[in-house]
Structure formats: C-alpha cells, structure tokens
C-alpha cells in the first residue's frame, strides 16, 4: 500500500502584508533555474516588474495623495497579488507532485521554501518563517522559538552568489530572540542565514536523559548530551552541538 503523504498548502499570508512588505516577499520570489518549478503562470521579470510598478505607484501616492494616485495603488496592488496567487496555485501542485513521487512531505515543502513562498501551518499561524521584511541593505529574518521559555538563538549568515548557494563564508550571530535583523549587505545582493536554537538542559530531560531532539524545523531544541549530573558534554570531534535548519535567501532591495 502506498505511503499516505500529507497535502501541502502554500501560504497566501502574503496577502495580509502592508505594500512595502509585500514588495519585498514579491521580490524574492524566484523560478528561474528551479528544477521542479519550471513552468510558473507568471515568470519572475513579470512578478518583479508588477512589484516595482506597485512601489512606484506607492511612492507617487505619497508625495500626492490624490484619490487618482491612491485608487492606483490599490489597482497595481491587486495586479501584484492575482499575479502571486496565480503561481502559489501552480506551485502547490508542484510541491505535492515531488512529494509523492519522493513519498516525502518534506521534499515537497522544499520546493515552496526554495522559490520563497512559505508553507501554511510553517511559520507559528500568525508569522512567516524566513525573510519578512527588507529595505535598502538590511533583511529581518524569523523562526519559530524551538520551545517556549529561555533558549539560545545561532545563526549562520553571509552574501552569496545565488539562492540555493549557501555562502562560501559566513559569520556566526548568537542572540536570544528568535528574529534578526541583518545589516551592511548591498543593494542587490543576495544574503543567506540559517539557524539552530539550544534551550537550557535543565528545563527538560527524557526518559534517555538526553535534551529534547531535532531542530527548529519540529519545534525541539538541538541534541545536547549531559552527563550523569546534567551537566551538558560535548564530543571534542564535533564542529557543533546545533542542529542548523536550512539555508534561507533573499535578494536586498
């Protein structure tokens, strides 16, 4: 009997963005050179030329709000999001396809994450989980907390050349909040991070006396071994005890 696989929905929680935010999610976005999602309604020049029309009709209604200038944002808005919705709705069927042919939920989920979209129920229900908000040289990044309570956040950043090319050099950030706001990148490079999170190994032990297991990606906190006295241990062969969860991109505006 064929393995059951979960249905994958992509997230229309773009549609709840301000036009800036939206902008930015709209950008980074990304089919070309994709080797499942070849065929988008929209390519991405279109997506990205409707985004920029958007900001510009934006930026004209500020400097004058006239009711014309204003009923043109809400037309270059909802061009922008009909153009979005469009490919999410391709995308989905994509994403379930290689899902089935794989007989794993995850590697459907992958192919949304790789073009930029998120998938529903990814993201705590109220939040994305990625890049979700960029201006001239920063991005703010969010994950979910891997456990309520106090935890350690690690992430990984660098510019690279491409998304789905993790930087060939990366610096490593350590905070206690679960977003992150990256600084310093320039205009039209593409910055990528990923994240791991520790939780203290005196909040919660298992049966096994081991930390809770896995990543941020199943909402438990990295593996980390403690002795008999849970005092934590680490093998002195091992570069990390963080699990990390994928690489995220986006191209800075």
């Not at 990304?30 to 999602?37: C, T, V």
């Not at 909040?203 to 849970?230: C, D």
């Amino acid at each position: 009997m064929a393995k059951r696989i979960r249905k994958i929905k992509v997230s229309r929680a773009y549609k709840r963005l301000g036009n800036p935010k939206l902008v930015s999610f709209a950008k980074t976005t990304k089919f070309q050179g994709d080797h499942d999602a070849i065929s988008p309604i929209h390519d991405d020049a279109a997506v990205h030329g409707a985004a920029d029309n958007l900001m510009d009709g934006v930026s004209l209604a500020k400097l004058n709000p006239s009711t014309q200038n204003t009923s043109a944002v809400t037309v270059l808005r909802n061009i922008l999001l009909d153009m979005l919705d469009d490919n999410a709705n391709y995308l989905e069927i994509i994403a379930n396809k290689v899902a089935k042919a794989a007989g794993d939920y995850a590697a459907g989920t992958a192919v949304v994450e790789r073009i930029g979209f998120q998938v529903t129920g990814q993201g705590g229900g109220k939040r994305n989980i990625g890049f979700i908000d960029a201006g001239v040289g920063w991005a703010h990044a969010h994950e979910d907390k891997a456990r309520k309570g106090t935890e350690g956040h690690v992430w990984k950043a660098g510019i690279t050349d491409a998304k789905d090319t993790p930087p060939k050099e990366t610096n490593t950030y350590y905070g206690v909040e679960a977003d992150f706001i990256f600084t310093g990148a320039a205009s039209g490079g593409v910055l990528a991070y990923c994240h791991g999170s520790v939780v203290p190994v005196n909040q919660k032990t298992t049966p096994s006396g081991q930390a809770p297991s896995g990543s941020i990606l199943s909402k438990s906190a990295s593996m980390t071994s403690m002795s008999s006295k849970k005092h934590p241990t680490c093998d002195i062969n091992q570069k990390t005890n963080v699990v990390f969860g994928p690489w995220r991109y986006i191209v800075i505006p």
